[in-house]
């Protein structure tokens, strides 16, 4: 198995939560992720200690760092927080429903997948977009076959980036410098939620109602398919000193499920792809 030490963070487990999502391991070992129904950002020390960083926000789907210092966070906008607690603005549009996740190129421009509708609320489908923002501050449509865009990632020489389209159980996979929009692989049970690439070009996709995470060789076949204690695993993310530390998101846990969503911690047998922090 290539995942192996299963374990929920005990000080998260131990706390309200709902859908827990966006999943990022800081440079200090701080687990950072969001809840998007509850609203807000947290983080949780390695020593268990657990903090508010940005209070009440809902719909965060996507955290990144930022090279100048805090978090670059999705939601009804994009907002670079600062560690200070300044927000500085980074993207919105009004035909925007909301940016769900985020992902960065390896010179650290800013990857957006857009919503155009309210799934959630009941509405009807509407073409979603991925958006790349670079650092002289220009915004580029990179694809709009796309339904309801979710986890994003880029493949280890930069030229393809992944994109989960929840909607049609789906990733996608988008040439960098334009092209055509593939399917790159399916679900096998589930959904495609969040995602996360490795140092051998394998694509982790969190499989949502699915209850797992499933790995896809870099030509878009199944490699392996995880159960997990929870019934809908919502992200995922590599980091760690070498890479091989794995920060999953759930909605529900199987240890305490009157507390909702929780964080489980894993270790990877193959090392995760660094994620550049942002730079614009």
């Not at 670059?72 to 670079?80: A, D, E, Y």
């Not at 220009?138 to 493949?155: F, M, Q």
């Not at 507390?259 to 995760?272: C, D, F, K, Q």
């Amino acid at each position: 198995m290539l995942l192996s030490d299963v374990e929920p963070v005990q000080a998260v487990l131990g706390r309200p939560h709902g859908l827990l999502e966006g999943p990022r391991l800081a440079a200090d070992g701080e687990a950072v992720y969001s809840d998007v129904i509850a609203g807000g950002v947290w983080g949780c020390s390695a020593s268990g200690v657990v903090r508010e960083i940005l209070p009440k926000r809902r719909g965060i789907g996507g955290i990144l760092a930022h090279a100048d210092g805090g978090w670059v966070i999705s939601g009804r906008s994009v907002l670079h927080v600062l560690p200070d607690g300044e927000q500085r603005e980074l993207l919105a549009g009004e035909s925007v429903c909301g940016y769900n996740d985020l992902g960065a190129t390896p010179d650290g421009e800013l990857l957006a997948g857009v919503l155009r509708y309210r799934p959630l609320s009941g509405e009807d489908p509407r073409p979603g977009q991925l958006l790349l923002l670079d650092r002289d501050g220009a915004v580029a449509v990179l694809t709009e076959d796309v339904v309801w865009p979710n986890g994003i990632g880029v493949s280890p020489d930069g030229g393809t980036i992944y994109l989960s389209d929840y909607a049609q159980r789906a990733v996608l996979a988008v040439a960098r410098e334009g092209g055509l929009t593939r399917t790159f692989c399916r679900s096998p049970r589930g959904s495609a939620d969040g995602l996360a690439v490795d140092r051998d070009g394998g694509v982790w996709v969190a499989l949502g109602e699915g209850g797992g995470v499933a790995r896809f060789h870099p030509d878009g076949q199944l490699d392996e398919l995880t159960t997990l204690p929870a019934g809908f695993v919502s992200s995922l993310s590599f980091g760690g000193a070498d890479m091989r530390d794995v920060l999953i998101t759930t909605a529900d846990n199987q240890v305490q499920p009157e507390l909702g969503g929780t964080l489980l911690r894993a270790r990877s047998e193959v090392a995760g792809l660094v994620v550049a922090p942002v730079c614009v």
